[in-house]
T-cell receptor, first 115, second 116 residues
Framework: GAVVSQHPSWVICKSGTSVKIECRSLDFQATTMFWYRQFPKQSLMLMATSNEGSKATYEQGVEKDKFLINHASLTLSTLTVTSAHPEDSSFYIC???????????FGPGTRLTVL | AQSVTQPDIHITVSEGASLELRCNYSYGATPYLFWYVQSPGQGLQLLLKYFSGDTLVQGIKGFEAEFKRSQSSFNLRKPSVHWSDAAEYFCAVGEDNAGNNRKLIWGLGTSLAVNP
């Protein structure tokens, strides 16, 4: 089956620093990748949708200058949390899809803790 | 606006008992419906999906779901629960967003506990 990896699986950083999270589709080419945020005991909140080679589409209320998304290749998308603050602490999940008619395959998530 | 409701936040069943997790959706057109399971330390895994055709959908791990348009429901069922089924279950509906990327709208999830 299709496998999506995320790196790192968890990260702790100081307030004010930037953190980059990688999302890779290991055995397929993903034309579209999605980034989600999940708070404890809550559902997934879509942050942005990115297509390879183009700018990401952000959901309403998500700061694009704070959450930088790059989808440079068909197998890699990155999410950079810039100038992280404690309120950015969360579980970040990516997913990847071959085409709009296909299901999304999810990565295992990255736990971010900002001190 | 599209929405997904999972009325049960937490359910506890005994191992071997039957299970039904409820999901109701609000969507104007024919929905694309999904059930995912999330276990600690693992990524979300697709259990089953409904796009069209037979309204009773079979999935992995012995799960099935039935699409009922008249009730706007897509309930997940399993005849006999195993201890390993303890996890968080999410229902989702796919909708087209700008650029036809079909994003998923998620329910809040149902946490399933299984008693031995």
């Amino acid at each position: 089956g299709a496998v999506v990896s995320q790196h790192p699986s968890w990260v702790i950083c100081k307030s004010g620093t930037s953190v980059k999270i990688e999302c890779r589709s290991l055995d397929f080419q993903a034309t579209t990748m999605f980034w989600y945020r999940q708070f404890p005991k809550q559902s997934l909140m879509l942050m942005a949708t990115s297509n390879e080679g183009s700018k990401a589409t952000y959901e309403q209320g998500v700061e694009k200058d704070k959450f930088l998304i790059n989808h440079a290749s068909l197998t890699l998308s990155t999410l950079t949390v810039t100038s992280a603050h404690p309120e950015d602490s969360s579980f970040y999940i990516c997913s990847a899809r071959v085409s709009r008619h296909n299901e999304q395959f999810f990565g295992p998530g990255t736990r971010l803790t900002v001190l | 606006a599209q929405s997904v409701t999972q009325p049960d936040i937490h359910i506890t069943v005994s191992e071997g008992a039957s299970l039904e997790l409820r999901c109701n959706y609000s969507y104007g057109a024919t929905p694309y419906l999904f059930w995912y399971v999330q276990s600690p330390g693992q990524g979300l895994q697709l259990l089953l999906k409904y796009f069209s055709g037979d309204t009773l959908v079979q999935g992995i791990k012995g799960f099935e779901a039935e699409f009922k348009r008249s009730q706007s429901s897509f309930n997940l069922r399993k005849p006999s629960v195993h201890w390993s089924d303890a996890a968080e279950y999410f229902c989702a509906v796919g909708e087209d967003n700008a650029g036809n990327n079909r994003k998923l709208i998620w329910g809040l999830g149902t946490s399933l506990a299984v008693n031995p």
